[in-house]
Nanobody, 118 residues
Framework: QVPLVESGGGLVQAGGSLRLSCAAS????????MGWYRQAPGKQRELVAT???????NYADSVKGRFTISRDNAKNTVYLEMNSLKPEDTAVYYC????????????WGQGTQVTVSS
């Protein structure tokens, strides 16, 4: 297994910013897709943003224009820059990585809490 470790969560006021980091223990070149998901209390886990090894990005409609996903291959780290945060963004944010090899493997981090005050 390849551990994924999230950091950067915390408390922030509405309109503020946070940057989440996801550090992998192996080169992220091997992952076809990495991304961020989130789960708010009482809600289903949802996709926030993804980035492929070919640098293609996808964003949930709710975060487009506010969040930016990026990666630093030298540091084996994926980032999620979150701006103009809203109380609705409050959730546990999880890092995800997909290795589309044989066998197909999906990795998850433990999550980091983001709380946005109103």
């Amino acid at each position: 297994q390849v551990p994924l470790v999230e950091s950067g969560g915390g408390l922030v006021q509405a309109g503020g910013s946070l940057r989440l980091s996801c550090a992998a223990s192996r080169t992220i070149f091997r992952f076809n897709v990495m991304g961020w998901y989130r789960q708010a209390p009482g809600k289903q886990r949802e996709l926030v943003a993804t980035i492929s090894s070919g640098s293609s990005t996808n964003y949930a409609d709710s975060v487009k224009g506010r969040f930016t996903i990026s990666r630093d291959n030298a540091k084996n780290t994926v980032y999620l820059e979150m701006n103009s945060l809203k109380p609705e963004d409050t959730a546990v944010y999880y890092c995800n990585a997909v290795l589309a090899s044989s066998p197909y493997t999906n990795y998850w981090g433990q999550g980091t809490q983001v709380t946005v005050s109103s």
